[in-house]
């Protein structure tokens, strides 16, 4: 089992500019949550899906965009980047157990400049 | 809002010595907290989850505890190690539907 993967592992980007990271969750997960962090701080959540669906939202703005396609994989799109965007990208895999999710396994990160 | 503090942001042993690194949590209502190891290049390992009934929980050589009504939990390493070096953050979930809220972390360095 790879676990979960994601790619990049670095890109560096211009202001204005828009990025695709992708992330494939680990075997038997179906959903993909991303976070964003920031140099020396904790992970932020940005969105959760599931089956396809964005199923939860942090605080982050429209630009901030994702899918999740039918094989479970997902892609997180920013556009309109700002320098405040610089940061490592996590992707973490787990699957729907009851109501709530099950432990989540994490992706070694993108991380992103923006320039 | 919940908001999670990890005191110091740094720490620097020798090899060898027993260690505790601190996480507290403004509000004890938690389904669960976990601790995590996060290594440049490498994403973020779970070391330990304390579910909210629970006190402490044990690994090797770490041992985690909670203890929800001061909203604090502690890791404790034993006999720390080089390899131990890295930067160690603690989450907290509001309840089994909810997203990770995260501490800063600290980065702790063994020295050998």
């Known amino acids: 089992d790879a676990g979960v993967t994601q790619s990049p592992t670095h890109l560096i980007k211009t202001r204005g500019q828009q990025v695709t990271l992708r992330c494939s969750p680990k075997s038997g997960h179906d959903t993909v949550s991303w976070y964003q962090q920031a140099l020396g701080q904790g992970p932020q959540f940005i969105f959760q899906y599931y089956e396809e669906e964005e199923r939860q939202r942090g605080n982050f703005p429209d630009r901030f965009s994702g899918h999740q396609f039918p094989n479970y994989s997902s892609e997180l799109n920013v556009n309109a980047l700002l320098l405040g965007d610089s940061a490592l990208y996590l992707c973490?895999?787990?699957?729907?157990?009851?109501?709530?999710?099950?432990?989540?396994?994490f992706g070694p990160g993108t991380r992103l400049t923006v320039t | 809002k919940q908001e999670v503090t990890q005191i110091p942001a740094a720490l620097s042993v020798p090899e060898g010595e027993n260690l505790v690194l601190n996480c507290s949590f403004t509000?004890?209502?938690?389904?669960?907290l976990q601790w995590f190891r996060q290594d440049p290049g490498k994403g973020l390992t779970s070391l330990l989850l304390?579910?909210?009934s629970q006190r402490e929980q044990t690994s090797g050589r770490l041992n985690a505890s909670l203890d929800k009504s001061s909203g604090r939990s502690t890791l404790y390493i034993a006999a720390s190690q080089p390899g131990d070096s890295a930067t160690y953050l603690c989450a907290v979930k509001k309840d089994s539907n909810y997203q990770l809220i995260w501490g800063a972390g600290t980065k702790l360095i063994i020295k050998p």
């Open positions: 304390i579910q909210s």
């Open positions: 973490a895999s787990s699957f729907l157990l009851g109501q709530g999710i099950s432990e989540q396994y």
């Open positions: 509000d004890s209502a938690i389904y669960n």
